[in-house]
């Protein structure tokens, strides 16, 4: 398992996908231990489906990767006339190129986030990833991203059930 999502770092995103009970999170948990880079890890559930308190929450996880995109988007969120999420994406995208050091942002339980404008977010993110960010996203159902598109550029790597369910040896 550790090998398949080191072979995944060259795509741009990693999915897990299984039911409860499978392990995601351990797997991953246990897989950022052992890297040699930064990790932002963000932690979701149900009341995270708003957009504002969502890109509050990645900004805060962000911090430690880059602090100036992190606040910048924070300060965006706080303007009276709150620009488009897209142009406040692209500064962050902006700000999250300028690190060689690669990293990885890992979307825990996005299967409890239930709001198109987020998907809509984390498309725009994820077309326009800086090259040393990986994103990860572990779910119990495929998340409304264009999987298809990904799997077909050979930008998706993808774990699931199948992966997780242990084996007779």
């Known amino acids: 398992m550790i090998a398949k999502l080191d072979n995944g770092l060259n795509r741009k995103l990693t999915l897990i996908s299984a039911n409860a ?3 995601k999170t351990t797997l991953l948990s246990e897989w950022v231990t052992g890297r040699p880079f930064p990790v932002a890890w963000l932690s979701l559930d149900e009341n995270d489906s708003d957009l504002l308190r969502f890109l509050s929450y990645l900004a ?3 911090r430690p990767v880059s602090t100036k995109g992190a606040i910048r988007l924070l300060e965006m969120l706080k303007f009276p006339q709150r620009p488009p999420v897209n ?4 500064a962050l995208v902006n700000e999250l190129s300028a690190p060689d050091d690669r990293f990885l942002l890992v979307l825990d339980d ?3 986030i239930d709001n198109r404008e987020i998907d809509g977010a984390l498309e725009f993110l994820l077309d326009h990833l800086p090259p040393a960010m990986h994103l990860v996203i572990a779910s119990r159902e495929d998340p409304n991203l264009p999987l298809s ?14 992966d997780l369910r242990f ?3």
């Open 21 to 23: 009970g499978f392990g």
């Open 167 to 169: 084996s007779p040896t």
């Open 149 to 162: 598109r990904l799997r077909a550029r050979g930008q998706l790597n993808e774990l699931r059930t199948t």
């Open 110 to 112: 996005y299967h409890r």
């Open 87 to 90: 142009s406040m994406l692209t």
């Open 60 to 62: 805060a996880a962000l």
